[in-house]
């Protein structure tokens, strides 16, 4: 399985930006998807992720009500929409594919796929 994100870049304090990232490979139809971030100097940090039929996600209480993560199963891709944004937010964003339940609990450990990441800077 490979990870391709898109989407990030430079944006102003205030102003939003929308992640996207899509599956390719052999998916079964089953993952859950999601997004981590790593700040300069900062571990990585769960954000949001959303199981293969949409009905459960689980958002980080430093981004809720800021960013919405949804999917398209169609596409194999996944959507963060972040707004609001602020500095704070800067980091490198990964999209992450689990078969497992580590990922919709919000843990990095035992996540089965990776993609290289897509950097956002929010200035201010």
């Known amino acids: 399985v490979q990870l391709q994100a898109s989407g990030g870049g430079t944006v102003q304090a205030g102003g939003s930006l929308r992640l996207s990232c899509a599956a390719s490979?052999?998916?079964?139809?089953?993952?859950?998807m999601g997004w981590f971030r790593q700040a300069p100097g900062k571990g990585r940090e769960f954000v949001a992720a959303?199981?293969?039929?949409?009905?459960?996600?689980n958002v980080a209480d430093s981004v809720k009500g800021r960013f919405t993560i949804s999917r398209d199963n169609n596409r194999n891709t996944v959507f963060l929409q972040m707004n609001s944004l602020n500095p704070d937010d800067t980091a490198v964003y990964y999209c992450?594919?689990?078969?497992?339940?580590?990922?919709?609990?919000?843990?990095?450990?035992?996540?089965?796929?990776w993609g290289k990441g897509t950097q956002v800077t929010v200035s201010s």
């Open positions: 959303i199981t293969w039929g949409g009905t459960s996600t």
């Open positions: 490979g052999r998916t079964y139809g089953m993952e859950t």
């Open positions: 992450a594919l689990d078969r497992g339940r580590n990922l919709l609990r919000g843990s990095p450990y035992g996540v089965d796929y």
